[in-house]
């Protein structure tokens, strides 16, 4: 079979990041190879997210840089995949009249297939034309599979079965479903064996892991399962939902050596009342008391979180109720957005109360806080010994410059790393703190 090239441009969030590296995987078997040039390819594939505004638009728009390369070279497969895909199908096909497959996030495994019904017959096709199993297939990672990532994620579960009023989420990826703990293990061991030193598992509600399934193993036994594989030095999970964050967890956490301390949970808000109409199932008080506990078991747990400012229903007094929360709880990062409506989402009919600008403002005020915040707490990081491990060798900011990780998930720069090499983790004296990096140097 005749080597081919494929170029797949990724969006949105790191799911979809793990999803296009196994597409690249899948792929391989049809004898394609991954290209960095458009240009050169056999096949460009648009792995889409429908998280952020007019993502349908960015999708039609950027088919459009391809219209070209498809008229000079027909043979040229153009694809569209992930949350765009899943939600518009046949629509897709139908609105790009060069567009040739669109596979939803649920019918990924089922591209191979897809892939070459479309070059046997000529016939443009949308996951709507093919028959998927009732029950969810994960694309299995196979023993052979090779990545010179130290760094490398797993995907546990797939879709969620909370509705947050304001998210698009299950509409997209559906509902749960845990990826079976023997799968994940192996998938843990064949990226040990291939030199991955740092796994982060993703999950929608990464805790709430195994409660589909009646005789799965629960999020904590897992984590306990991965900490014994050989060869794997950092367990790192994401987003875990504070309904789920049990005591049995975050002692868990505390005792497995490899699970790294940081935690990324999404608090979204500081007002209960807002949080109550986002139905996030959860109160600030709670969230406050399981930070306050891991803090009591690990004082250098780093905490970041996502927040959403200028929810519908949201008050001058409940925007100040998320600024005295961040005040608080002294988060070490917080990734913010201002609130903007999905089709769909329960949220999406109701009157916003404020303009674009009077979001934007709440926002940026909201950010100055936080910058605040983060580097006053990356500057208490100053002359202490932090454990890295080196997982990039540049970062194309200055050639000289090598990077890696605290087990807090600080970037840190180390203009001299000596005889030390990437995937190798030493002890780094702090010397400089920024609002998001540290610099440091070996000792
Ligand atoms: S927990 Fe809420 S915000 Fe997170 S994916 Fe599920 S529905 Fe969306």
Known sequence: MKDKKLHIITFGCQMNVYDSDKIAMMLKDLNYSVTDNPADADMILLNTCSVREGPENKVVSQLGRFKKLKEENPNLILGVGGCVAQQKGEELLKQVKYLDIVFGTDSLPALPDMINTYTQTGKRISQTEIQLSDIYKFV?????????????????????????????????????????SKKVIEEC???????????????????????????????AQLLEKINEIEGIERIR???????????????????????????????????NKVLKEMRRQYKSEQFLEQIKYMRSLMPQLEVTTDIIVGYPTETEEDFNLTLDFLKTIQFDNAFSFAYSPRPMTESFNLEETLTLDEKKARLNKLMDLQKEISIKKSQNLIGTIQEVLLDNDSDGRDNNQYSGRTRGNRKVYIDDIKDKKIGDIFNVKITEGYIYTLKGIII
């Open 237 to 271: 999970f994401t987003s875990p939902h504070p309904k789920y964050f049990t005591k049995d967890l975050m002692d868990a956490i505390y005792k497995l050596d490899k699970v790294m301390e940081h935690i990324h949970m999404p608090i979204q808000s500081g007002s």
């Open 140 to 180: 299995e990672v196979t023993p052979d599979y090779e990545t010179n990532n130290v760094s490398d994620f797993v995907k546990i579960m797939k879709g969620c079965n909370k509705r947050c009023s304001y998210c698009i989420v299950p509409f997209t990826r559906g509902t749960e479903v845990s990826k079976p």
């Open 189 to 219: 061991k064949i990226l040990a064996k291939s030199g991955v030193k740092e796994i982060t598992l993703l999950g929608q509600t990464v805790n709430s892991y195994g409660r589909d399934k009646k005789n799965e193993i629960s999020f």
